[in-house]
């Protein structure tokens, strides 16, 4: 029974919640906990196809929990800071595909969970910051290194050097955010997102999904051979026959998940 996250199974799609509203859900040991329990529920599921990341109240996560983390020492940061770390890179490469949909605050720890997503959907109201060094800390979930693969170099110094908070339109514009949805549309627009993705042969989305992120850590001539690794294995599937047969049949395709 999850205390920290709520899980919510639909249509194939997976929603873990989290839960501490109170503390704007800052992310805490036993949170983490909880969410590794919950990939290791979701990744035995066969039946799921996405995976929703988002959190209940006015904020995603307000960051790493901050009483939890005050009196540390180097060497419990570091191991913290590694538990999260190594979670946070399990979300990262989960085999399906996982929507990280920003409701209010992503900060600190918060921003660090959301970019080990797949794609990040915020609401209009958003705030996303990676705020550590205003606490004596530089981010510790992996933030440095994510952050600037998704906006650059200069622009992840910028935003950590200054510890600035962005709303969810200049997010959008740097590359951070994906989309931006209306508050009130927001959960409705990535449910929309994740049943388009469920739609598709679920095997080719996940083999999709191990190119681009075995081939985003490669040179290109690596990286091409990579995607024609996982494109001919998409051959040896059920899906790939019954989904070119469909078309030429001219009716929708029925896939098997083989
Ligand atoms: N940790 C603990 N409690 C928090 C956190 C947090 N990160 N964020 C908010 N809270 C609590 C507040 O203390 C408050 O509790 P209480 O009601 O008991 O006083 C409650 O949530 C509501 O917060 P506010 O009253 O502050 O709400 P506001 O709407 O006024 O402000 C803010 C919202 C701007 C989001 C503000 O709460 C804030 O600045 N929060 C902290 C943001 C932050 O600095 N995050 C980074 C945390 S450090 C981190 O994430 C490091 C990750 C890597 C760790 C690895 C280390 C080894």
Redesign the pocket.
């Known amino acids: 029974m999850s205390e920290h996250i709520i899980y919510h199974i639909a249509d194939g799609i997976a929603t873990l919640t989290l839960n501490r509203p ?3 859900n ?2 805490n040991y036993d949170l983490l906990k909880e969410l590794d329990e919950l990939l290791d529920q979701a990744a035995a599921d066969d039946s799921l196809r996405v995976l929703i990341l988002t959190g209940s109240g006015k ?1 995603f996560a ?6 939890q ?1 005050a009196g ?1 020492d180097q060497e419990e ?1 570091a191991k ?2 590694r538990y ?1 770390s190594g979670i946070f890179r399990r979300l990262e490469c989960f085999p399906i595909p996982t929507l990280a949909v920003v409701n209010g ?1 992503a ?4 921003c ?1 969970m959301a970019m080990a997503c797949d794609l990040i959907l915020a609401g209009e109201k958003a705030k996303f910051g990676q ?2 060094t ?2 004596g ?1 530089t ?3 992996s ?1 440095t290194q994510r952050l600037l693969r998704r906006v650059g170099v200069s622009k992840a110094k910028e935003l950590i050097y200054t510890g600035r908070m962005i709303d969810a339109q200049e997010a959008l514009q740097i590359g951070l955010a994906d989309h931006i949805y209306p508050d009130d549309q927001l959960q409705t627009e990535a449910l929309a997102m994740a049943k388009k993705i469920a739609a598709n042969a679920p095997v080719a989305v996940r083999y999709a999904k191990c190119a681009i992120n075995e081939g985003a850590q490669a040179d290109i001539d690596t990286a091409i051979t990579i995607e024609n690794k996982w494109f001919s294995k998409c051959f040896a599937t059920q899906d790939q026959k019954e989904g070119m047969q469909a078309f030429l049949e001219k009716r929708k395709a029925t896939f098997l998940n083989k």
């Not at 307000?62 to 009483?67: E, L, P, Q, S, T």
């Not at 900060?107 to 918060?110: E, F, T």
Request: charged share 10%; net charge negative; no cysteine.
């Open positions: 109170k503390v704007l800052a992310i904020a307000a960051g790493a929990d901050i009483a983390q540390m940061a913290w800071g999260g605050y900060l600190g720890g918060g660090e705020p550590e205003g606490l800390i981010p510790g979930f933030g």
